[in-house]
């Protein structure tokens, strides 16, 4: 059984992994709505240089013509653009690091809770996979569908090192009181989830769209961009409706019949997640696509599933492991610190 000083390791260096992996993601979209995906054309180094240049004069006279014998014709230094793809790629770095305390400080749940371990190792693998799919990406040249692919992934790491941290905490949740949630909960959330990975999916094609877009029309054109965009652009605004309307009930249920304040918090978080994500896209409908829009819409949907699979998986553990028809502490309350 691990020490508390084990658990609270644990969770703090899990805790970190899953910031750092939304801090990835929040990097990646500004990386795409500034069009720096190839600000580095070639990995892991970046101009040749495992330090990237700051001005054009540091790189040989026929760079061009370098990269344009390795397939990337239009190649020009931007210092903004490769700093920031420079910076998204040390981010990755960090996240394996973090990942892999993660999965150390996971080797003593081995016995007591082999899930979190087994976890953790899925998380520090797939961490590897994500690294091999970008440097793809950008032998590619930003191929469309590899972003996709790239960013479901990170919704997949994510969720597994969410779901190992949610785990390390199971026995805490015998005194959470699910028992009057309705019966359509599980089910339900399980269908929202899903419904917003598809909407998340949508998204990134809006923006691969986008970005053809962007190519054939001036950046000072910003409000013809929606205009000419295909019919999945509509798909992704009115399908969004029914897809709040469905998690405000759901945190609805956590608020009225719950007595964690675990969940509540959690529920809490999820509507103005949601809030966030509406705001937002009305921002890029009205607004005509403001720089800030894209990245910020982007990690409101990926911490919105990150939540949803939180509270799922409480709910699911306080189920499992709570003795049929037991009273939690504090009758529907629970003390001062607790879940």
Known sequence: MPSPITRTRFWWCAALTVATIYALIMVGG??????SGMGCPDWPTCFGQWIPPTHE??????????????????TTF????????YVNRLLGVFTGFTILLTLLFSIPFRRSE??????????????????????????????VGMITIHMLLAQVI??????????????????????????????????????????????????????????????????????????VFSL???YSIPLVALNAWLAYCVLTHSNSALLRKLSIALVAFLAGAIAIGMSMDRLHVPIFSQPMHLWLASVIFGTQLAIL???????????????????????????
């Open 236 to 238: 992704h605004k009115y």
């Open 30 to 35: 500004i990386v795409r709505a500034t069009g």
């Open 313 to 339: 998986l409480v709910v699911q553990h306080a189920r499992e492991i709570r003795p049929t028809g037991a009273v939690p502490q504090g009758g529907l309350g629970l003390p001062a610190g607790s879940v």
């Open 158 to 231: 994510v969720g597994i090192v969410i779901a190992a941290l949610v785990r390390s905490g199971r026995e805490r949740y015998k005194l959470i009181n699910v028992e009057k949630m309705p019966r359509l909960f599980y089910p339900l959330m399980l269908v929202a989830m899903g419904a917003g990975l598809l909407q998340l999916v949508m998204g990134t094609q809006v923006r691969e769209s986008m970005d053809l877009i962007a190519r054939s029309l001036d950046h000072d054109d910003r409000h013809l961009w929606i205009d000419n965009l295909p019919l």
């Open 114 to 143: 082999p899930r979190v371990f087994w976890y953790s190792l899925a998380g520090f693998i797939l961490v590897g996979v994500q690294g091999w799919l970008g440097a793809k990406v950008v032998a590619s040249n930003l191929m």
């Open 78 to 85: 931007n210092v903004q653009k490769t700093w920031t793809e």
């Open 57 to 74: 004069s540091q790189l040989p006279a026929d760079y061009q013509q370098i990269y344009a014998n390795r397939g990337y014709a239009e």
